[in-house]
Nanobody, 121 residues
Framework: QVQLVESGGGLVQPGGSLRLSCAAS????????MGWYRQARGKQRELVAH???????NYVDSVKGRFTISRDNAKNTVYLQMNSLKPEDTAVYYC???????????????WGQGTQVIVSS
């Protein structure tokens, strides 16, 4: 069964905003850090942002100042607020859960099905 469910993707014009959501089970969410990856057409998977169970965040340089990752522990949901979107942000965005202290640059953990984000005029 699917353990992480993403939503919120869609088509948006450059400069616009989207908020992605990822809902998880309590057992997975409460025991893990959460992150967002993306994979653009013809490119490798890229870690966008992650947040530890304690709320510490990290971002890839290309989204700093534009994207914000947050988590709502009561709702077992992690969010990615994306502002000032650019065409190069176009990708399938995937939610991931893994233990605090894990290496985010290695494949692992639990994965969602992905949600498509298209930034185009």
């Amino acid at each position: 069964q699917v353990q992480l469910v993403e939503s919120g993707g869609g088509l948006v014009q450059p400069g616009g905003s989207l908020r992605l959501s990822c809902a998880a089970s309590e057992s997975i969410f409460s025991s893990n850090a959460m992150g967002w990856y993306r994979q653009a057409r013809g490119k490798q998977r890229e870690l966008v942002a992650h947040i530890t169970s304690g709320g510490s965040t990290n971002y890839v340089d290309s989204v700093k100042g534009r994207f914000t990752i947050s988590r709502d522990n009561a709702k077992n949901t992690v969010y990615l607020q994306m502002n000032s979107l650019k065409p190069e942000d176009t990708a399938v965005y995937y939610c991931n859960a893994r233990s605090d202290g894990s290496n985010w640059f290695q494949r692992g953990g639990y994965w969602g099905q992905g949600t498509q984000v298209i930034v185009s005029s």
